[in-house]
T-cell receptor
Framework: KQEVTQIPAALSVPEGENLVLNCSFT??????LQWFRQDPGKGLTSLLL?????REQTSGRLNASLDKSSGRSTLYIAASQPGDSATYLC?????????FGKGTRLSVIA | DADVTQTPRNRITKTGKRIMLECSQT?????MYWYRQDPGLGLQLIYY???????NKGEISDGYSVSRQAQAKFSLSLESAIPNQTALYFC???????????FGEGSRLTVL
């Protein structure tokens, strides 16, 4: 059974800092990995999708990497801003629909 | 208008009542999903459907049923609601290509 873990569960950083969020998964036979952002009480917004044949994807200040062999993905956020404060979730698709981690709650302090 | 629309957005009901949550999408996707989110437990898959004639149980399907009325519509029913079904429910869709998942805004259900 696929299990997805995100560490840390919560993170607080000062504005302007570069930061890395971590995601690990137990079964490397995945089709893709997706990073989402969730604001309190809201739905999930897709940030980046990395297909299994890819190593990374970039969108603006966000860069996500994927290492299938080690079962790890990282989400790098450059020059963090208070508006980046949210919960970030990763999810993997393999032989079953997406399995989610529990998320990292990020607070960026002005 | 949102690509994935859930109704109602908020609902308070009593134990034993039948509740239906509806989801419609304009993305033209074949695949639709219902997830439940509880604080500290993350998102758990309830049911999913890869096309109109395909329905599959997820990891927490007990106490729930679904209906795929059309490609664009997927509803979730609680036949007899109980308090531990109080949660935030999300509908999601994906295409068969990349499999990228798109979510609705959620339906907050409270069972008293």
């Amino acid at each position: 059974k696929q299990e997805v873990t995100q560490i840390p569960a919560a993170l607080s950083v000062p504005e302007g800092e570069n930061l890395v969020l971590n995601c690990s998964f137990t079964d490397s036979a995945i089709y893709n990995l997706q990073w989402f952002r969730q604001d309190p009480g809201k739905g999930l917004t897709s940030l980046l999708l990395i297909q299994s044949s890819q190593r990374e994807q970039t969108s603006g200040r966000l860069n996500a990497s994927l290492d299938k062999s080690s079962g790890r993905s990282t989400l790098y956020i450059a020059a963090s801003q208070p508006g980046d404060s949210a919960t970030y979730l990763c999810a993997v698709t393999g032989n079953t629909p997406l399995v989610f981690g529990k998320g990292t709650r990020l607070s960026v302090i002005a | 208008d949102a690509d994935v629309t859930q109704t109602p957005r908020n609902r308070i009901t009593k134990t034993g009542k039948r509740i239906m949550l509806e989801c419609s999408q304009t993305k033209g996707h074949d695949r639709m999903y219902w997830y439940r989110q509880d604080p500290g437990l993350g998102l758990q898959l309830i049911y999913y459907s890869f096309d109109v004639k395909d329905i599959n149980k997820g990891e927490i399907s007990d106490g729930y049923s679904v209906s795929r009325q059309a490609q664009a519509k997927f509803s979730l029913s609680l036949e007899s609601a109980i308090p531990n079904q109080t949660a935030l429910y999300f509908c999601a869709t994906s295409g068969s290509g990349t499999g990228e998942l798109f979510f609705g805004e959620g339906s907050r259900l409270t069972v008293l």
